[in-house]
């Protein structure tokens, strides 16, 4: 399985600060891309898919870049309940089971 | 519900012994994952069933651990004699598949198994 790499963390940041997280993935064919979050003992849950023309919902932005092969997020006007990890996952192939998770990256917002 | 649901929620058992674990995925979905996650790790993918097709197994990490579907309808996870390091929380997804085939819809955890071994 091709890898999907993602800084660990943690990031932590104050209240209202804008944060980024990038992630890498090391296969071009790859066809889709999502972001989850995982809040701590919980299951992870669906934060927004990617896609390659960059999407935007609420403070949230994740963008794609298919040369460099790594997709972002972005998140504005950071609240303390955006503390969580965030998962990058990539899917390789048509194929639902070529679902590759990133170990995933910590954020902390401080009040 | 309408969710994933897994059961039990928590297990402890002692080193040698089987333990089975279920996920009944949402109706309709023909798409169910296996993945495991230590504390404080990413999650390890184990096995995944689409439909009738032969599930991808290539995740599960030894003899000792299978897994079971009937058609699309519930799952279970078998780990024979298990072992301190199989101590992990098993979680379980399903989703559903458009009719071109592609992948559009986002996986839907279940709560998860937290499986001791003492």
């Known amino acids: 399985r091709k890898e999907v790499e993602q800084d660990p963390g943690p990031f932590n940041v104050p209240e209202g600060a804008t944060v980024a997280f990038n992630c890498t993935y090391s296969n071009s064919a790859s066809q889709s891309f999502f972001w989850y979050r995982q809040d701590c003992r919980k299951e992870p849950k669906l934060l927004m898919s990617?896609?390659?023309s960059g999407n935007e919902d609420g403070r949230f932005t994740a963008q794609l870049n298919r040369a460099s092969q790594y997709i972002s997020l972005l998140i504005r006007d950071s609240k303390l309940s955006d503390s969580a990890t965030y998962l990058c996952?990539?899917?390789?192939?048509?194929?639902?089971?070529?679902?590759?998770f990133g170990k995933g990256t910590k954020l902390s917002v401080k009040p | 519900g309408a969710g994933v649901s897994q059961s039990p929620s928590n297990k402890v058992t002692e080193k040698g012994k089987d333990v089975e674990l279920r996920c009944d995925p949402i109706?309709?979905?023909?798409?169910l994952y296996w993945y495991r996650q230590r504390l404080g790790q990413g999650l390890e993918f184990l096995i995944y069933f689409q439909g009738n097709s032969a599930p991808d197994k290539s995740g599960l990490p030894s003899d000792r651990f299978s897994a079971e579907r009937t058609g699309e309808s519930v799952s279970t996870l078998t780990i024979q004699r298990t072992q301190q390091e199989d101590s992990a929380v098993y979680l379980c997804?399903?989703?559903?598949?458009?009719?071109?085939?592609?992948?559009?819809?986002?996986?839907?955890f279940g709560n998860g198994t937290r499986l001791t071994v003492t």
């Open positions: 109706s309709g979905h023909t798409a």
């Open positions: 996952v990539v899917l390789e192939g048509r194929s639902q089971g070529n679902l590759i």
């Open positions: 990617v896609y390659s």
């Open positions: 997804a399903s989703s559903s598949r458009d009719r071109g085939g592609l992948y559009n819809s986002p996986l839907h």
